[in-house]
């Protein structure tokens, strides 16, 4: 039992750490965020598809009723998504990433909604931490600082990754995790269609490279491990132990980008890493 609880806590990790690299990526490829959004899904359906039908993944989708709801947690993803990498460029890689991270609080009160788990005092108390860590990086309480403008679309992000997340909770046990997956890409690259006549690809060849990693990378692998962590823990238990992804995106942007973090995000990262700590314990039992 321990050993599969060690197991699902170390595919969980490794998926978040894969995911992480959506920081740097999402900050420094030279395209609007839309246009990364569109790209970034078309691409990742075309990888998840051939390993799907490598592993003779079953695509069907069973209901009228699944296939609205894939199409409601498609539009949520494509949200978060875009208000996401909006953060990262008006921010920076950290401020970004932890922002986002109030998403643990957010699905901690949504999370009764969406299923018959009551509310967790204990998800509540350790969410609430991870919100003061995100406010002991806010450096400015203006809103002509992009750094706040950045924050809060990192904010409203956190807000539609937690319906996201509620959302296809319910369908982790009836379909497989990159089944699920191709189906929310195809989602996004279709509400995301209008782009191409609106959003500015000058750039796009120059950035295929980072196009082709966001897409395998962070999206085909790493989205594709959280989404089957999901059959393994509830939504608010893996949003916090989750919450360790921006340690890892600052210490991916220190490393590639020399991007060096201020003092105010080493205790507000160091206030989020206590809480994933502790629900890293504390879902052992």
């Known amino acids: 039992m321990e050993n599969t609880h060690t197991k699902n806590l170390s595919f969980l990790l490794?998926?978040?750490?894969?995911?992480?690299?959506?920081?740097?990526?999402?900050?420094?490829?030279?395209?609007?965020?839309?246009?990364i959004i569109f790209c970034r899904a078309c691409l990742a359906s075309v990888f998840i598809y051939i390993f799907c039908r490598f592993k003779k993944i079953d695509l069907?989708?069973?209901?009228?009723?699944?296939?609205?709801?894939?199409?409601?947690?498609?539009?949520?993803?494509?949200?978060?998504?875009?208000?996401y990498f909006i953060a990262l460029k008006l921010s920076n890689v950290a401020l970004g990433m932890l922002s986002m991270y109030t998403y643990p609080v957010i699905t901690a009160f949504l999370e009764p909604l969406f299923s018959k788990q009551k509310l967790n005092p204990v998800h509540v108390l350790?969410?609430?931490?991870?919100?003061?860590?995100?406010?002991?990086?806010?450096?400015?309480?203006?809103?002509?600082?992009?750094?706040?403008?950045?924050?809060?679309?990192?904010?409203?992000?956190?807000?539609c990754y937690s319906i996201r997340n509620l959302t296809i909770k319910k369908h982790v046990k009836d379909y497989n995790g990159s089944m699920l997956m191709l189906h929310q890409m195809l989602i996004i690259a279709v509400?995301?269609?209008?782009v191409l006549f609106f959003s500015n690809f000058s750039n796009l060849q120059s950035q295929i490279p980072l196009l082709l990693l966001v897409a395998l990378l962070t999206t085909?692998?790493?989205?594709?491990?959280?989404?089957?962590?999901?059959?393994?823990?509830?939504?608010?238990?893996a949003s916090i132990i989750s919450s360790v992804q921006p340690i890892f995106g600052i210490i991916i942007a220190y490393f590639f980008v020399?991007?060096?973090?201020?003092?105010?995000?080493?205790?507000?990262?160091?206030?989020?890493?206590?809480?994933?700590?502790?629900?890293?314990?504390?879902?052992?039992?």
């Open 14 to 35: 490794l998926g978040t750490l894969f995911v992480s690299t959506s920081g740097v990526l999402g900050r420094y490829i030279a395209l609007p965020a839309e246009a």
């Open 60 to 83: 069907k989708i069973k209901s009228k009723k699944d296939f609205i709801s894939f199409v409601i947690s498609g539009f949520f993803m494509a949200s978060h998504w875009i208000t």
């Open 126 to 159: 350790l969410a609430i931490i991870v919100l003061i860590g995100v406010y002991i990086l806010v450096p400015d309480f203006s809103l002509e600082n992009d750094q706040l403008k950045g924050i809060l679309f990192g904010i409203f992000s956190a807000f």
């Open 191 to 194: 509400l995301l269609i209008p």
């Open 220 to 237: 085909s692998i790493g989205h594709t491990m959280m989404v089957n962590a999901l059959k393994h823990f509830s939504v608010a238990t």
């Open 258 to 285: 020399n991007e060096i973090p201020s003092f105010n995000t080493f205790i507000g990262g160091a206030l989020i890493l206590s809480t994933v700590i502790i629900e890293s314990i504390r879902s052992k039992k």
